[in-house]
């Protein structure tokens, strides 16, 4: 893989809270087509990673570079519109917004217009395509009049994607994407996330997640954390191989 393909590159990010290191000295980098999984114990640093990685957080030390620009110190919707982007549970937020309000407020924000209600809706034909893609996409078409808030729990979690994945990132990070889902339904949840993001031309995704059945069946590769530090960085398969990091990460505390 050339350094071109390379869209995200983290360089010893640190993450400091007062005396405790949530996140220390982390390198690592997500090409094209690659769809890595960062797993790890409760409290093993995911989150502030995953934090700093898309500017919620500014790392304490270290650098992130974005498709080849330094994106330290730039907020996480300066982001979106640069291409990294992370589902922000919109629906449990705005839980009165229908699925095409809901969509169209993430189409507003990747078009960098302000959001103003029905009269965008109905007034804009790029908006309204877009809504009318993402919803295709993501099989919620038949829902579009639908108040998200009154989705089943499984289509929530979808519409959830699907107004992150309406900004057209590049990368797409996600964090524990069939939370609450039931097992039978979660590799459908899976199953239409990744054929959207293949429709709609998303090029690389970061998923944070604790079930490894999931991270198994999905992932190309396996970014292992442990105490804020990274213990592997490895192909789906030799991850797997290597039985003293996999007992690690689904060992006490995994859930
Ligand atoms: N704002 C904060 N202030 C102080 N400590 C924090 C803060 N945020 C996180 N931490 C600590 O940093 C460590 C890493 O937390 P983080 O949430 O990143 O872990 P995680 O791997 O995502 O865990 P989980 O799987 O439980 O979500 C934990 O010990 C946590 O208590």
Redesign the pocket.
């Given at each position: 893989m050339s350094t071109n393909d390379v869209l995200l590159h983290a360089t010893q990010i640190s993450r400091h809270?007062?005396d405790?290191i949530?996140?220390h000295n982390v390198d690592l980098s997500v090409s094209r087509g690659e769809f890595v999984s960062v797993v790890?114990?409760?409290?093993?640093?995911?989150?502030?990673?995953v934090?700093v990685l898309t500017g919620l957080h500014q790392p304490t030390t270290g650098n992130v570079h974005f498709d080849g620009a330094n994106i330290a110190g730039v907020g996480a919707v300066d982001l979106a519109t640069r291409g990294l982007a992370r589902a922000f549970q919109l629906t449990s937020i705005f839980p009165e917004l229908t699925v095409r309000e809901t969509i169209a407020v993430s189409a507003c924000s990747y078009l960098n217009q302000r959001w103003n209600g029905f009269g965008h809706l109905f007034g804009s034909h790029k908006i309204n395509d877009i809504v009318v893609r993402t919803a295709d996409a993501f099989g919620l078409s038949p829902w579009l009049d639908t108040k998200g808030g009154s989705l089943p729990h499984g289509r929530r979690k979808l519409l959830d994607v699907a107004s992150a994945f309406a900004l057209h990132p590049k990368v797409m990070l996600l964090d524990e994407p069939t939370a609450g889902v039931s097992t039978a339904d979660k590799h459908g949840v899976m199953e239409t996330l990744l054929r959207a993001a293949k429709h709609m031309g998303i090029e690389a995704i970061m998923l944070?997640e604790?079930d490894m059945d999931l991270v198994s069946r999905y992932s190309t590769r396996i970014i292992a954390?442990q105490g804020?530090k990274k213990i592997a960085d490895l192909p789906r398969d030799e991850f797997f191989a290597n039985e003293e990091v996999v007992s690690i990460v689904v060992g006490k505390g995994a859930h």
């Open positions: 809270y007062g405790f949530a996140l790890g114990p409760n409290g093993a640093g995911k989150t502030t990673l934090n944070v604790h954390m804020g």
